[in-house]
């Protein structure tokens, strides 16, 4: 690796505290980090740092920097349903609100607006990758690569017709096109999204495992997200739905299981096995009632398990570090074990974790020379963070991504001092009051 003096270096930033989450536990102080480029170059003393020439020199005294985080599961644009249904069990917010909301009003724009206000709240929130499932899919990619965001998308796949295609056949079509068209992007990767075991039947599912096995492509799904999506497949197939993809071959390094609450251990035990990563989303599984996952058990077991937001309609918000203490909070009461989840792990779950899922852990989720410039800092010198004994702790159990004050992907600054730096606040604010006043009216 070369030494930071023999090359360019673009900025040089001077934090109070470095928290680079590999290795684990560690917390730098008096360090800086290098960036030339898109890359971390060197993370150095500061005093070795102050020797050095930099175009940009970013003085952070009261702040903490640490990897960007990876939220690896939601529905962006869903940021335009927010709110819209609250407090309906799962099936009733699906079937009788959200789904007939979306025939209505999904279209390009709808997921053009709506995916770049998600973008807005998780720049502003600390989040520089997320993982997307969603209609349109063309249109999520071309907002994320406007506003310099990194993203993996999982073009959905579902048996029935909607706003985006016809069926299964077509979804492939047109997904596969969308990961031939972004094959070389460096900000984007795409997936395939089958929507959920009770919604993709069988032909489709061993397609998709076929495709992606040739294709080495990520696969991710809501898979036994409640005890009653296990009972219909147990009373209609005699099998679970972990079973099921097991057989079909879809239970790979590849597979991203989301929700992952009604579980057995027969059914950690399968997930071990193939070593699939699951999906942790915590604040929505509260909201609908859906479960609980038991993340220390799978932790326990050998299982990665990433953290996601899931979309704005069934949170409400998008904001990683809520879920983080969500995360951390729940994982103790589900134990039993005051212990389980401490603020480190928790901290791995929404950064390294979660890029381990997306298969994009060689380059983001830790702060490491060579990989990728995505960092955020996060301002910790208000009152409510006074005093401050532990960092780590600090931002899991006491912080919000209100605080982040710095977002950089790829070495590009998207967020400064609170300001994005590509998107326009004002008019994406009215857009989503344009589209509310829409389906407001309508729904009346």
């Given amino acids: 690796m070369p030494q930071p003096h023999d ?25 800086a980090l290098a960036i030339a480029g898109d890359r971390i170059q060197a993370i150095l003393p500061a005093v070795e740092a102050r020797r050095l020439q930099a175009a940009r020199v970013v003085e952070l005294p009261h702040h903490a920097v640490l ?19 609250d407090d309906h069990p799962l099936q009733s917010w699906l079937n009788e609100h959200i789904w007939p909301a979306e025939g209505r009003w999904v279209s390009e724009a709808f997921v053009r607006d709506g995916t770049l206000l998600a973008i807005a ?3 502003r929130s600390g989040t520089t990758c997320f993982a997307d499932m969603y209609f349109f899919p063309e249109q999520a990619a071309q907002a994320a690569l406007e506003t310099g965001i990194r993203a993996q998308l999982h073009f959905p796949i579902i048996e029935f017709a909607n706003a985006w295609g016809s069926g299964p056949d077509d979804f492939l079509r047109k997904g596969l096109q969308l990961r031939d068209d972004y094959k070389h992007s460096a900000l984007l990767s795409v997936g395939f999204g089958p929507h959920a075991p009770y919604t993709v039947g069988d032909a489709a599912l061993t397609r998709i495992a076929t495709l992606a096995a040739e294709l080495d492509a990520p696969v991710q799904m809501h898979v036994h997200e409640t005890q009653h999506e296990v009972d219909e497949a147990l009373a209609q197939h005699g099998e679970r739905p972990l079973a099921r993809l097991d057989r079909l071959g879809l239970l790979t390094p590849r597979m991203q299981c989301v929700h992952a609450t009604a579980l057995n251990d027969e059914d950690i035990e399968r997930l071990a096995r193939n070593n699939c990563h699951v999906v942790h989303c915590p604040e929505s599984n509260l909201k609908l009632a859906s479960g609980f996952c038991p993340v220390q058990k799978l932790i326990d077991a050998g299982i990665n398990v990433a953290l996601g937001t899931d979309g704005a309609a069934s949170n409400n918000d998008l904001d990683l570090f809520g879920e983080l203490r969500i995360a951390a909070l729940l994982a103790k009461a ?13 901290l791995e779950m929404a950064t390294i974790n979660s890029a381990r899922a997306l298969g994009l852990d060689d380059k983001i989720g830790s702060l490491r020379a060579g990989k990728c410039a995505d960092l955020i800092a996060i301002d910790l010198s ?10 780590v702790s ?51």
Avoid: C
């Avoid at 589900?334 to 928790?346: K, Q, R």
């Avoid at 070495?411 to 606040?425: P, S, V």
């Fill in 7 to 31: 090359e360019r270096i673009d900025t040089l930033i001077f934090p109070r505290w470095l928290i680079p989450v590999e290795p684990v536990g560690r917390v730098l102080t008096d360090h």
């Fill in 67 to 85: 990897p960007g985080l990876v939220n690896a599961h939601g529905h962006a644009a869903m940021t335009l349903l927010r709110g819209f249904a």
């Fill in 121 to 123: 709240e998780m720049l």
């Fill in 334 to 346: 589900v134990s039993g074990d005051a212990s389980s989840l401490p603020a480190h792990a928790a």
């Fill in 382 to 391: 208000e009152i409510e963070n006074q005093p401050l004994h532990n960092p």
């Fill in 394 to 444: 600090q931002l899991v159990y006491s912080n919000g991504g209100s605080r982040v004050s710095h977002a950089w992907v790829n070495g590009k600054l998207l967020l400064d001092n609170r300001q994005t730096t590509t998107l326009n606040l004002h008019e994406l604010s009215e857009r989503a009051q344009r589209w509310q006043q829409q389906i407001g009216q309508r729904e009346e």
